[in-house]
């Protein structure tokens, strides 16, 4: 068979490029991740591509990460690399070059700072194809590149031999119906938009390429598998179980996935600047990532010791790289959290504490000054009249400054303070054997113009858990701090 008839399908992660902490390539995690997917069972290795993070690499450096991946896939899978340039004789050469270095595809995104229109897009992929001696995979990102390839390019191109495939990643099912319709009978057509997934299989997509390929694979060759055997209602549930997850890996690209591995102990190092922890991907966003891989089954829950006094409890917790082997000093923990944005920002701080202690006395002394009028603590309690252990007190940040604004303080954002302490203690990450040992003052900020108590609600919920979590966990260290200080910004700072 004509290596120009190679039609890539199946499973294609858009492989991350580990990089070590002075931002070189770190060769040894980027082989055992091409192991680790290759026995995962995927169809094809796509280095080079937006997740790897391609346009902060040198020229040199690209084809140092494809002549890794070749060699270490060593022809069981289809390498499919990422050539793409902003000009069409860079792309010549970076595409022989890789041909050279034994890939199996080329994957070339449309020229993106200087924006070419039809005429010149169809140019430019006829004259790589003709130039070049390697099946070819046209790719369409608009959401970097600033403008989407009209699919009428695509229908002329696929008449040339060596254009073998397109990717879109413009997440509009209504375009990619489109090159279904158009293009489907002569080249494999792949999602690219982590999402649409399911929609794109359904309606015959031959594969994807994705960035959340690298944390899910089996999950989506699982769904393909399901979609090839029309078993449809199975995919649609295992659809709906990582849609939260693709959601949120599509807004955080290559430090989402990165973030996620690391969690999983596949370790694939940080992004290369500008791209930083803390701003590009915020640590309560990490942290969701964190409860989408527990409730998949990625994290398992790994036994650690909580110690209070003489008391010393052996638990089961979600446990990742950042959390401590004993968790003990609980004089004063304090943990912060930031969900949500605008008016519907919930920002939580909180104390954690023995109650024989200094939160402890805070707690009491808030609960004998409640009379006053600058004092507006509240008990926190569960539907109906039972109080949440460990016994919380939640403090507004801003005075409610109306009835409405206060029964948007005093109802959902408790009601969500009192839920995400009850969850903390089902998940382990408040021993409930302490629970009785243990109070918790909460500062819950409600914007004065917010108007969804939903919204309030899954906010404030999300916030305390994290905040819990961070206290118990110590985070960030001191450390971590130093390292990503410069990233900190108040949510809204500068606001007109």
């Known amino acids: 068979m004509s290596k120009f008839n190679f039609r890539p399908e199946g499973v294609m992660p858009a492989l991350v490029t580990p990089f070590n902490k002075d931002e070189s390539i770190n060769e040894e995690q980027l082989r055992a991740l091409v192991r680790r997917h290759i026995e995962l069972g995927v169809t094809g290795l796509v280095p080079c591509g937006t997740t790897g993070e391609f346009v902060n690499m040198t020229f040199e ?15 069981k899978v289809p390498v499919i690399a990422g050539t793409g340039e902003t000009g069409t004789q860079l792309v ?14 080329a994957i070339i995104v449309s ?6 229109k039809a005429k010149g897009l169809y140019d430019h992929y006829a004259t790589i ?6 099946p070819i995979v046209i790719y369409n990102i608009p959401i970097c590149t600033g403008y989407s390839i009209p699919w009428t390019v695509i229908e002329d191109l696929v008449d040339i031999d060596n254009i073998v495939a397109v990717k879109d990643s413009s997440g509009d099912h209504r375009y990619f119906a489109a090159l279904l319709e158009k293009v489907s009978d002569k080249i494999s057509v792949l999602i690219g938009w982590d999402e649409n997934v399911l929609a794109a299989f359904t309606g015959g997509a031959a594969g994807l390429i994705l960035a959340s390929a ?16 029309n078993k449809l209602i199975e995919a649609q549930n295992l659809m709906k179980k990582i849609q939260k997850f693709t959601r949120m890996i599509a807004g955080t690209g290559a430090l989402g996935v990165k973030s996620c591995l690391n969690m999983m102990n596949v370790q694939v190092g940080k992004c290369r600047k500008p791209i930083i922890m803390g701003d590009s991907l915020s640590y309560e966003l990490r942290d969701e990532f964190r409860i989408e891989l527990e409730k998949l089954g990625y994290i398992q829950k790994r036994e650690i010791k909580f110690e209070l006094d003489d008391k010393k409890l052996t638990s089961r917790f979600y446990k990742i790289g950042v959390t401590p082997e004993i968790i003990k000093n609980f004089d004063l923990k304090v943990g912060e959290s930031l969900i949500g944005e605008r008016i519907e920002l919930a920002h939580i701080d909180l104390l954690i504490g023995d109650k024989k202690g200094p939160v402890g006395q805070a707690y009491a002394r808030i609960l004998t000054e409640s009379n006053k009028e600058e004092q507006e603590g509240l008990q926190v309690i569960l539907e109906p009249n039972i109080q949440v252990k460990p016994a919380t007190i939640m403090i507004p940040t801003v005075k409610p400054s109306s009835l409405r604004h206060a029964s948007l303080v005093y109802g959902p954002a408790q009601a969500a303070i009192a839920k ?23 500062n819950v900020f409600v914007h004065p113009s917010a108007s ?10 999300k916030a305390t858990r994290n905040a819990i979590r961070k206290a118990m966990e110590g985070q960030p260290n001191v450390e971590e701090a130093l390292e990503n200080k410069e990233s900190a910004r108040h949510p809204l700072r500068n606001d007109p």
């Open 61 to 75: 450096e690209r084809l140092k990460v494809i002549k890794i991946v070749v060699d270490e896939a060593n022809g």
């Open 92 to 105: 010549v050469d970076a595409t022989k070059k890789a041909t050279d270095l034994g890939a199996d595809a």
């Open 111 to 116: 020229p993106y700072y200087l924006k070419p």
């Open 129 to 134: 194809a003709e130039k070049t001696d390697i």
């Open 214 to 229: 690298n944390v899910i694979p089996e999950i989506y060759l699982e769904m393909f598998d399901l979609v090839k055997k």
């Open 420 to 442: 995400a302490v009850m969850q903390c203690v089902e998940d382990g990450i408040l021993a409930e054997k302490l629970s009785e040992d243990l109070v918790m003052i909460v």
């Open 452 to 461: 969804s108590r939903k919204r309030i609600f899954i906010n404030n919920y």
